[in-house]
């Protein structure tokens, strides 16, 4: 069979072709590498990525040192004296002072209000006469007793008189007790026309007036609500842990020396100087805690006023403490405890004991004697903000912050 002059060259030329592609191609393609290195440069690169996933956390050096403790209490201001104030008398009022009003501050003395007296003027004109009559009384039985002695001395009678009544011992003895209770009567009298002018007891806030003019009041009605106004105390509750802060009180040591108590409003934004002025000698049975009774002088002199029913905060100095850690606030963790990291990297705990706080700091005894692996007198890497998620033996990076 006579082939095809023209199909046998294309045919050639096609298969040229294919060869010439499959042989570029392989041109192309790179060399293959050696396994053993690739091993090697891929070790030192894995070891670093297991260095830099270790967790990092802050951390403070712990040293033990002496600290001046501060103890902090709580309480309400409140008057030395919050009297019920109330009448002594009976009647209607008359008149009220332009002072008896809540809000204004009276002295001692003042008359707040005036109560009818009628009745007790009459009272009072009629107990002098009781005291007069029951004088003379005295006087005419005096000289009765007199002329009755003589008597008997003139009947030559030797010894004493069978009967007192001879002398009239008794009718004088008798006459004598109805003179002191007529003056005890006529006292009694002028006391009542005294109370029916109402008066301040002691210098006082009023907080309350209970009566108006026309008011009819009787004996142990009440008139008003008084404050005394020469001191506020406050009573300001202490655990014991927070009494072996303090220096030893006691009240015969507080006779003499009075130690200086700074209080401070809720909001931080006023102070007032007091004094510690007695130590309560009993536990409250609810709180177990004692209290120490602070004073302060003319609260309503003071720059800014101390009013009753503030409630203040109170910083007493406590003694000087030896071998304390000065943490931040925050390296204790929500459940008390303190997180540190040993000698090995690794996260431990231990429960902390708060002696004191002051300003952002607290005041713990240190656990580092609870470890086995490091001195007592070396620092301690604390933990300045534990997470919850932290978990004992844990390793990480301890970074030191200020």
């Keep these: 069979m006579k082939l095809n002059r023209n199909n046998v060259i294309v045919t050639l030329l096609s298969v040229g072709s294919i060869f010439g592609v499959l042989a570029f191609n392989a041109s192309q393609m790179p060399a293959p590498k050696k396994q053993n290195n690739s091993t090697e440069q891929a070790a030192p690169k894995l070891e670093t990525a297991a260095a830099e996933i270790l967790p ?27 009297l019920t104030f109330t009448s002594e008398v009976s009647g209607r009022v008359m008149q009220l002072s332009q002072q008896f009003e809540s809000g204004q501050v ?27 009559q029951a004088e003379l009384d005295l006087l005419e039985e005096q000289r009765q007793g007199e002329q009755a002695k003589s008597e008997w001395l003139r009947s030559g009678v030797s010894g004493e008189p069978a009967s007192a009544l001879v002398l009239r011992t008794p009718q004088l003895a008798q006459i004598t007790a109805a003179l002191a209770n007529a003056r005890l009567a006529l006292k009694k009298a002028q006391q009542d026309v005294n109370y029916t002018h109402v008066k301040a007891p002691f210098d006082a806030l009023v907080v309350s007036r209970d009566i108006q003019p026309g008011s009819y009041v009787q004996a ?17 509750p202490l655990s014991e842990q927070q009494w072996q802060n303090l220096p030893e009180l006691t009240n015969q040591q507080l006779d003499i020396a009075t130690p200086a108590v700074t209080l401070q409003s809720s909001d931080g934004r006023y102070r007032w100087q007091g004094y510690v002025e007695r130590v309560e000698q009993h536990v409250t049975e609810l709180s177990r805690q004692r209290s120490l009774v602070v004073v302060v002088d003319d609260p309503l002199a003071q720059s800014t006023q101390l009013y009753p029913g503030t409630f203040v905060k109170a910083i007493i100095q406590g003694k000087s403490v030896q071998n304390l850690w000065q943490l931040p606030s925050s390296a204790i963790s929500q459940q008390g405890d303190i997180w540190f990291v040993d000698d090995a990297g690794l996260l431990t705990k231990a429960l902390a004991t708060v002696l004191f706080e002051q300003n952002s700091f607290v005041y713990v005894q240190p656990i580092s004697q609870t470890l086995n692996n490091q001195a007592r007198n070396s620092p301690t890497q604390v933990v300045k903000r534990p997470l919850s998620s932290f978990k004992v033996g844990t390793k990480v990076m301890a970074k030191v912050e200020g």
Excluded: C, H, M, W
């Design 56 to 82: 990092q956390v802050g951390v403070v050096l712990a040293l033990p040192q002496q600290y001046q403790a501060e103890v902090v209490g709580f309480g309400a201001a409140k008057s030395r004296y919050q």
């Design 106 to 132: 009276i002295k001692q003395g003042d008359e707040l209000a005036q109560i009818n007296d009628v009745s007790y003027q009459q009272a009072l004109t009629l107990a002098q006469a009781n005291v007069a």
């Design 220 to 236: 142990g009605t009440q008139l008003a609500t008084l404050y005394s106004v020469a001191e506020v105390e406050v009573k300001v």
